[in-house]
């Protein structure tokens, strides 16, 4: 988190949000959001500075088995609260949608702070958004993408075990003769560049922030 740019109270408020975060304070994080309006900073450097990082830093710290799953729910709450304040500070001046992309947890894993952060950076940069929630069969993932005239199918997932569902998801999609008609993109702790490569993904976001580029930019070559 490099604030060094920033003056010592713009530094404070958000190393107050981050904290607030790892503690799960809905209450300072919603104080703190709202001061970083009037400090100047604006929501998507909150956002990729601050809650991006503290995302990470709990999803690790669940991982090393540090905090366990109820901990991880209240530090989600205290961030979807920070979140809240932020998102009626976006310049909405252009709300053309750019596309559609469904979006979801897969099969068998239950963790969706990082996929909420990344729709509502979707949200923000003009995509429309049809939010499947978590837990979602790879076929789900498929008829939501025909019905809807998605053109991105993008998977979240933070255990291990999600990979396999990311894999057969593809996999239905080269079986049923359609896998042209989607880019699929894949992001989440146990994925990576190697593995979307190796399951035939069309691209991998490390963070929210990375994936919307991403977004633009698989949109920029279908154009």
């Known amino acids: 988190m490099n604030l060094n740019d920033l003056s010592d109270s713009q530094q404070t408020v958000l190393k107050e949000l981050y904290q607030g975060v790892l503690d799960g304070d809905e209450e300072q994080c919603t104080l703190m959001a709202q001061k970083t309006h009037e400090e100047g900073i604006p929501p998507l450097e909150v956002i990729d500075r601050v809650l991006t990082p503290a995302l990470r830093e709990v999803g690790e710290a669940f991982n090393r088995m540090d905090i366990y799953l109820p901990e991880m729910v209240v530090c989600a709450d205290a961030m979807q609260a920070a979140i809240k304040v932020l998102e009626q500070f976006f310049d909405k001046a252009d709300q053309r949608t750019k596309g559609t992309l469904v979006l979801g947890t897969v099969k068998g894993d239950i963790h969706d702070i990082g996929k909420n952060i990344f729709k509502v950076l979707l949200e923000v940069n003009g995509f429309k958004v049809i939010d499947l929630g978590r837990d979602i069969a790879p076929v789900t993932f498929i008829d939501q993408a025909e019905d809807s005239g998605a053109e991105i199918i993008a998977m979240s997932g933070l255990l291990s075990t999600s990979l396999s569902m990311m894999r057969d998801t593809i996999q239905i999609l080269n079986?049923?003769?359609?896998?042209?008609?989607?880019?699929?993109?894949?992001?989440?702790?146990?994925?990576?560049?190697?593995?979307?490569?190796?399951?035939?993904?069309?691209?991998?976001?490390?963070?929210?922030?990375?994936?919307?580029?991403?977004?633009?930019e698989i949109l920029i070559v279908k154009a």
Do not use: H, M
């Open 175 to 216: 079986d049923d003769g359609i896998r042209d008609k989607f880019n699929v993109i894949i992001g989440g702790g146990p994925t990576s560049q190697n593995f979307a490569e190796e399951i035939g993904a069309d691209g991998y976001a490390d963070t929210a922030y990375e994936g919307v580029q991403l977004c633009n």
